[in-house]
């Protein structure tokens, strides 16, 4: 904080959890003086108090993708797969 940092962006929601509890405890408004987001969406994001903002993204479309990808190039598969939506939607709350 004293750097001037007035955000987070975290890996996964998870380590935003763990960011979000940190400012808890030390008195940071949140989003106020930090904000945080984190990534995937997770029903923890919803369940944190407070409730975490966090990055959504079709993880279960893009493994489908990559399955067929390889079952295509394994010639399994004849036709390619359509290119997935790597859409990233931010789903905001309280920590931003």
């Given at each position: 904080m004293d750097a001037g940092v007035t955000g987070v962006v975290a890996y996964n929601d998870d380590i935003a959890a763990a960011v979000v509890g940190a400012a808890v405890r030390?008195?940071?408004?949140?989003?106020?003086?930090?904000?945080v987001v984190g990534h995937d969406d997770s029903p923890l994001a919803r369940l944190l108090v407070p409730a975490l903002s966090s990055v959504r993204?079709?993880?279960?479309?893009?493994?489908?993708?990559?399955?067929?990808?390889?079952?295509?190039?394994?010639?399994?598969?004849e036709t390619p797969p359509a290119e997935p939506d790597v859409r990233a939607t931010v789903v905001h709350r309280e920590t931003s």
């Open positions: 030390a008195g940071i408004a949140l989003p106020g003086r930090l904000a993204v079709d993880v279960a479309g893009l493994g489908r993708y990559a399955a067929h990808r390889a079952l295509h190039a394994l010639g399994v598969e």
